[in-house]
């Protein structure tokens, strides 16, 4: 109830798509039964849990932000959900996002605009959440949630986290069930948690990750759950942390750049051991990125043909004719777009120029963090290379400043390596800023440990 009553207070925000009354005073009341009978089922039971509006909860409106979804009630739970579901959390309510997880600013959404808690002074002048799990990074930073997922293909979890001052985990690839989380680019998509707290952070995923057999592309490791010790018995002694050259880029703002700095001159106090170094093709990764994801987009968004589910257009000229104004009702522009760019670069006479070579390319950013490995341990970087803009001045950016944004969180979906954003300090504005983390593959226990102790 008193998470309810904090998502009313905090509506205007627009961080939820649903919220789910009824059925969270039934998982409520179970729970409570659970609690009569003596100790709680696990570190999740009665906890209250938000889920970006991607993923499918059996029966509960799942829309992806779009028109295309918009009456859409799915027929069974992603993994990640029925997981928490089993362990005794508790679903308050789906949150907005930029429609199928296209976008940095969770501004293209059906449902409006999501709208940073920090510094919003009213409904025409706020800072934009960042996205697209905007919804979930303010659901959690105004205690609307104890934890929410959203999913991360470029940044979508470590960017808004950044922006709105909570902890974003991207963990490794296959880690954590894929199955339910609607696809935007198969092959860099995960399923990313944002807390207020790294601690909080682990009790998610020691609920929800490791094997499932649905998914094909789930890790077989089996998934040993994390301990991380008190803060006050945390040592980084030894531990090498490196300092990727290329981060320090056009538009990285004074701010972050000092806290970044900050961050490394701290823990080479504590006895890290930072060093400089290099990850050559980090300059290609947004356009590599920017083809393999509208490629695999135009594969997924197939789907959506007004046959089998969600929006069907009232046509009955031809079929083609019922897919093609479906379609053209069902997708926002961004949407639109990135169908009929992955359609160029895939066609016959372009393949190899665009698709092949950005594969390749793909293939040389992974073996930079394959080399940098032999030197450090983690690398220490910005997360976002500003504080949150003001959304007039974000709309009116031209797509190149945009795209940038990106920047520092797309090679590590490039490569499937876990990274972390993990809230600093406030800007002079009165705004988050952040640093991220990254390691080698299934690094999370110790990632997670030196983010904890940074916060
Ligand atoms: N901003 C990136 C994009 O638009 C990342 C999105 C995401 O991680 N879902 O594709």
Redesign the pocket.
Known sequence: RESLKRIKETENLKAFITVTGNEAEELAKQSEKRYKNGQPLSDMDGVIIGIKDNFCTKGISTTCASKMLENFKPPYNATAYQRFLDAGAILIGKTNL?QF????GTINSIYGVTKNNWGCKDDDNFYIAG??SGGSAVAVATGACFACLG??????VR?PASYCGVIGLKPTYGLISRLGLIP?VNSMDVVGILTRTVDDTVSVLNTIAGFDEKDSTSLTKPFKKIRLPPASKMKINGIKIGIPLEYNVEYLSEEVANVWNDIASMLKSEGAIIKPVSLPHTEYSIVVYSIL?QCEVTSNMARYDGIEFGLRAREDYSTEKLYSTTRRLGFDEVVKGRILAGNYFLLASNYDKYFTKALKSRRLILNDFDNVWNEVDFLLTPTTLTEAPLYKDYVGQDNRHRLVE?YCT?AA?LAGIPAISVPIKLSKNGLPLSIQLMGRNLSEPMLLAVSKFIE
């Open positions: 930029d997880a296209m976008g940095s996205g697209s999913s991360d293909t470029g940044g979508s960017n935007l994801n990106d797309q979906n």
